[in-house]
Every structure is written in C-alpha cells, then in structure tokens.
C-alpha cells in the first residue's frame, strides 16, 4: 500500500508518502517513509502503523532513507506506535535515518527507546537487538 499525505496513492511528487510491505521474515512489516512528516502529513503513518500493530505483525521496521524531516508530531506518532506495538509484545525499529533526523531523536532523546539500524539490510542481515 502506497498512501500520500491525503490518503490517496502517492509518489515521487514531493508529497509525504507511506508504503507498507511484509518483510523477508515472518511477522515483519516494512513501513517506508518519504518526504516530510509534520502535523500534516501524519494520519497515513498513524494509520499504516495501527494497522500493521493491529494485523498482528511482531516486528516493524520503519525505513527512514527518504524521510527528509520529522517534527514533534511524527515523533508522537512513531512513540505511540511504540507503545501500543509494546502492549502486544511486538516491536517498532527504525532503519536508515538520515542526519537531520537522527539529530531529533537524539536532541529530544527518543532515540534511545527505538532499535536503530544503518540501513534496511543491516535491519535484516542479523540477529535482533532486544
């Protein structure tokens, strides 16, 4: 599933955009982000999550390589994933986060509750962090 900022299909115009796929293991679901996360642009992540923490999925991996900018409302949506994915002992872990969001996570330190990977294939290529 690929949902723009207005939930309907998006893509490479420049608009946030969310894409959904199962992972190469069983249980995983892949979120891949691109664009700007902001208050407006947050219901199809807020959405996309619920319904992978919903649909039974253990691990979310959030790829992050095309997130360009996330502000206090994405970071409230990827936190609240967090703990709800927690409740039904499932996990959130973010992949590839470019510089200006990896400084976010740091500066607010919400990086530390996340498992952090370099790349999508790092995120995969090993065992888990718990």
Known sequence: MVAGQDGRP???DGRFTVAVRPGPEPGTVVVEL???LDH???EPLRSALEDAIGGGARRIVVDCA???FCDSTG?????RARLAAQGGEARVELAALRPQVARMLAITGA???FPRYASLGEAFAGPRRE
């Open 34 to 36: 691109v664009g700007e």
């Open 40 to 42: 407006d642009t947050a």
């Open 10 to 12: 998006g893509g490479g």
């Open 75 to 79: 970071l409230n949506v990827l936190l």
């Open 111 to 113: 990086g530390a509750v």
């Open 66 to 68: 095309e997130l360009r």
